[in-house]
């Protein structure tokens, strides 16, 4: 049975205060807090088993490799998929995305193939490709939600031209909260011989992911979202893809051989992890993808929607705050802003003097700022910690910006 409470006591931060409130996290679309199994995790791997992986035949490294290689098989249990040899560890989606541009799609499209992307995209998921249409031209073709933030699979795929080399595409919007039904894009265009990449870094935290039932070629996740580490993550990448990709980085792990005029490269998944990893990191990762599957991706899932159902009935009370993105099955992500001259920044900086943390800019996500008519809102994102007594923490302090404000 899911125990909130429970839940909360497993997160030492949560304890404390801000500005002399109990502090109220709900920048969890940013960055998520750690539990104490990470923290804990990541200090045993530093203070009592640390040591380089893969290069040496002494206990502690050993030990290291053994914990560190063990992610790999977690993380394709958490992601569904086949097999640990499909599971390639980066720093996070931002390189994964690259891997893919760079590894991927570089060598294969010329000028005037085409990627299509959504306007709900990360900044991770477009910046990539805009460097194929600088360096190799490349056309970028956009598909725009609804008025409700709703992004139709059909629509997607009706973007789709005999020059459609790749579709890259966010399972859940950072921004709106918009739940993106990629299963039906990815065996449409699979059947059309299309590959896709799904940006993972939301939706992974919010609801269980099957890659395998998805159907999708790359599926990249990042582990400071997933209650884990900064600087890990990792990309789960079909096989056949991975047979025709190039190494995006050089150096040790990635080779097999090298000589004064030759070099042979490693099997994937270590052909795509070059020197010395995240090693400490990436354990903590594992760390986290175990405590979240311990609690269970279902029962996860099941709060997160009693937290947005209740959010949203207290937003929509306030007939003075503007809430982008209206979908009915959305994740508990809201992004507002405040009728009048406030600024995000100025919302944001009132509601932290209460102790809430909530996101305030753009959410590296530009084009759905232009595309929503705003240049900046404030983010309340949930997680699994957090309860409908905050969620009325976060209203009281809105109705202070309003106060303030008016």
């Known amino acids: 049975m899911f125990d909130v409470d429970a839940i ?13 409130k109990p502090l109220v996290y709900l920048d969890n ?35 290291s490799t053994e914990n560190y290689e063990a992610v790999r098989g977690t993380t394709a249990r958490f992601l569904g998929a086949p097999s640990e040899h499909h599971i390639v560890f980066t720093s996070g989606t931002t390189e994964a995305m690259n891997l893919i541009s760079y590894g991927w799609a570089a060598p294969r499209l010329q000028a005037g193939d085409e990627i299509i992307l959504s306007v709900m995209e990360h900044h991770a998921n477009i910046v990539p490709w805009h460097f194929l249409r600088e360096r190799q031209g490349v056309k970028l073709v956009w598909v725009e939600p609804d008025a409700k933030g709703d992004l139709d699979p059909q629509a997607v795929l009706d973007a789709v031209t005999d020059r459609t080399k790749l579709i890259a595409i ?13 299963k039906t894009i990815c065996h449409e265009a699979r059947a059309q011989g299309i590959p896709v990449v799904v940006d993972g870094s939301q939706a992974a935290v919010h609801m269980p992911v099957d890659v395998a039932d998805m159907g999708c070629d790359f599926y990249a996740i990042t582990g400071h979202k997933l209650y884990g580490p900064s600087g890990s993550g990792a990309v789960y990448i079909r096989p056949e893809r991975m047979a025709e990709m190039r190494p995006f980085l050089g150096g040790g792990d990635m080779i097999r051989e090298v000589h004064r005029d030759t070099v042979t490269w490693n099997d994937p998944p270590m052909k795509f ?23 269970g991706m279902d029962e996860i ?12 009935s ?15 099955g959305k994740a508990a992500v809201f992004s507002f802003t405040l009728q009048g001259a406030a600024h995000a920044h100025d919302i944001s900086t009132v509601l932290d003097k209460k102790g809430v943390a909530v996101r305030a800019g753009h959410h590296c996500a530009q084009p759905l700022m232009q595309h929503l008519g705003v240049t900046a ?10 309860t409908t007594q905050e969620v009325d923490v976060l209203i009281d302090a809105l109705e202070l910006c309003h106060d303030l404000f008016a």
Request: hydrophobic share 40%; with cysteine; charged share 20%.
């Open 377 to 386: 809102t404030c983010r309340a994102s949930f997680g699994v910690y957090n």
């Open 29 to 63: 679309g940013a960055s998520a807090q750690k539990p104490k199994v990470v923290l804990d995790t990541i200090q045993r791997a530093y203070a009592e088993e640390y040591s380089n992986v893969h290069r040496g035949l002494h206990t502690l490294s050993t030990i």
């Open 8 to 20: 909360r006591d497993q997160f030492p931060i949560l304890s404390r205060k801000v500005n002399g």
């Open 170 to 182: 966010t399972h859940l919007s950072n921004v709106l909260g918009t739940v993106v039904d990629v």
């Open 273 to 295: 992890e070059a020197g010395t990893p995240g090693i400490v990191q990436t354990i903590g990762l594992g760390a986290a993808l175990e405590w979240m599957m311990g609690v």
């Open 314 to 328: 207290r937003l929509d009370g306030l007939n003075w705050l503007d809430v982008q993105g209206q979908s009915a």
């Open 301 to 312: 899932a099941a709060h997160e929607t009693t937290l947005r159902d209740y959010a949203r």
